[in-house]
């Protein structure tokens, strides 16, 4: 179980790792960077806030990317696939790090 919120906590890194490089990457491609990031707390800290995290919808492996990352290049894809793969094992890591006492 341990090991579980270990993993959930390391993707959490990766994923935000992943989307700040992917922000810096992208700078000149603003269509993609609104189509694929969204401001988390924007509630809390208004527009101008400078944490942008890829869209929680983003993560669903069935969900398309939208027509605007087409024209990114390869590296940057690879970068964003990375990052959808972390922001899905995060809420998969801490649901089964819930789940497992009870299955005991």
Not at 30 to 39: C, I, K, R, Y
Not at 60 to 78: Q, T, Y
Request: proline share 5%.
């Amino acid at each position: 179980m341990d090991v579980l919120i270990v993993v959930a906590g390391a993707a959490g890194a990766i994923h935000l790792a992943l989307c700040v490089i992917i922000l810096a990457r992208l700078r000149g491609n603003q269509n993609a960077l609104e189509d694929l990031f969204a401001v988390p707390n924007k509630a809390l800290a208004g527009a101008t806030s400078r944490v942008r995290l890829l869209r929680a919808r983003y993560y669903l492996p069935w969900v398309r990317l939208p027509k605007s990352v087409d024209s990114v290049d390869e590296f940057n894809r690879a970068l964003i696939f990375l990052a959808r793969i972390a922001g899905l094992v995060i809420p998969i890591a801490f649901l089964f790090s819930f789940l497992i006492p009870f299955l005991e």
